[in-house]
């Protein structure tokens, strides 16, 4: 739902201008869809049913996919699994149930006594992707919400805050997929997803035995390097506020600002997951790097594409959108044209309206064309939209 932008409606979210940043800071059907008029920020009963049945199809669908030890997709990367049993983890019914079990009890294989949870991969680079895989896997146990898993999760805790990089460069603060295999940078969505870890994870201190030492990460060097992924006012008022991937690299690639300098180029995918990673740090919504980050995401709102990356991964950025503004708090989100827009009822209808179903069983699933990050595995990306469906 688009409204009229009036002053009223838009006052909750002003918006620092992004110069005030301080520097650096397949061929099968889909089910077409009908859908009435709704209140702002909220699914109308109609969208709400359509939008609950096909997250019911798409359960249906992974639960069939299931393996007997438990897994999905690639076993060798234990994080696949995880994100498709968390779509099933705060469920009661009994085959919710079940199929959690089976998952938790895959997951438990993948723990190692440094308390990492992932495979050993000789060979190859970034090996098993051990921050990558334990971050994941460790939010999904915590979701679980079973006491028994508390040791784990706390070993969990201890093996991610020590790989928190802390050399004398730009790297400093943030997290990598394995510094040991020819992957030692860090970046920004392995830093995302650590944050998240050790944000829902937190709470399992207080179970930690007092013979063990606490694990956290230093925050502070954390925040100072997400800002480093943030583009300042100097990059141009069309980077400002957004996110790229890494210190000196963009998976958007370069661009040159009006000054004629080349600067690297924020994206859609990244700039969520960097607004969601402030949130988790406990930084607030009136901060100017919150706020810059918001701002860049509503100038560049789409759902055709993750801005600035095209169809690349697409999925993801569907997945941290909806969870990235819910974070924020902002129901009915500035759009260019002087429009405020119901972001949930959108994204519940583009997500809903591009579900793959199967003429056979009448399950549902999505998968990108584009295998660029995984995302041509259906097990991924049907996980990343269903966790966003549930989310709205």
């Known amino acids: 739902m688009k409204l009229c932008l009036t002053p009223a409606l838009l006052l909750p979210a002003l918006l620092i201008p992004a110069a005030c ?5 397949a061929s099968v059907p889909t089910l077409p869809i009908v859908t009435a008029g709704r209140a702002p ?21 992974l639960a069939a996919r299931q393996k007997d030890d438990g897994s999905w997709s690639n076993p060798r990367f234990p994080a696949l699994t995880a994100l498709a049993a968390r779509a099933f983890a705060t469920r009661t019914d009994a085959r919710s149930r079940q199929v959690t079990g089976k998952a938790v009890r895959f ?43 508390t040791p784990t999760i706390l070993k969990a805790r201890s093996f991610l805050a020590g790989t928190q990089h802390f050399g004398a460069d730009d790297y400093r603060g943030g997290f990598g997929y394995d510094a040991q295999t020819q992957r030692a940078y860090t970046d920004l969505l ?41 583009n300042p006012p100097s990059a141009g008022t069309n980077e400002a506020g957004g996110f790229f991937y890494k210190p000196g690299e963009s998976k958007a690639g370069t661009t040159t600002n009006s000054e004629g300098r080349v600067v690297l180029r924020s994206f859609g995918s990244m700039t969520y997951a960097g ?38 991964g697409l999925y993801f950025f569907y997945f941290v ?19 405020l827009l119901n972001w949930r009822a959108e994204v519940a209808r583009k997500l809903v309206g591009i579900q793959k179903v199967d003429p056979a069983t009448g399950h549902g699933y999505w998968v990108n064309g584009l295998g660029r990050f995984w995302e041509n595995d259906a097990v991924l990306t049907t996980s990343y939209a269903t966790l966003a469906l549930m989310g709205l």
């Open 190 to 230: 392995n830093t995302y997803y650590a944050i998240e870890a050790m944000h829902a994870t937190a709470g399992a201190e207080d179970s930690r035995p007092k013979s063990e030492k606490k694990a956290d990460i230093d925050w502070t060097e954390t925040v100072r390097y997400i800002e480093r992924m943030q």
């Open 41 to 61: 920020g909220m699914l109308d009963e109609s969208l709400r049913n359509e939008t609950t049945a096909a997250i019911e199809r798409a359960l249906d669908w």
């Open 21 to 25: 940043l301080s520097e650096p800071p």
């Open 107 to 149: 997951i438990l294989s993948c723990a190692r006594d440094d308390g990492g949870i992932y495979c050993d991969l000789p060979g190859q680079k970034g090996g098993g992707l051990s921050n990558y895989n334990t971050a994941i896997c460790m939010t999904t146990l915590a979701a679980v919400g079973d006491p028994a898993l």
């Open 321 to 339: 959108l909806g969870r990235g503004l819910a974070a924020y708090g902002q129901d009915l989100i500035p759009v260019p044209a002087d429009e």
């Open 275 to 312: 607004l969601l990673a402030l949130v988790y740090a406990n930084v607030t919504r009136d901060d100017v790097r919150v706020r810059s980050a918001f701002d860049w995401a509503t100038k560049h709102w789409s759902l055709e594409e993750n801005p600035g990356m095209g169809q690349e």
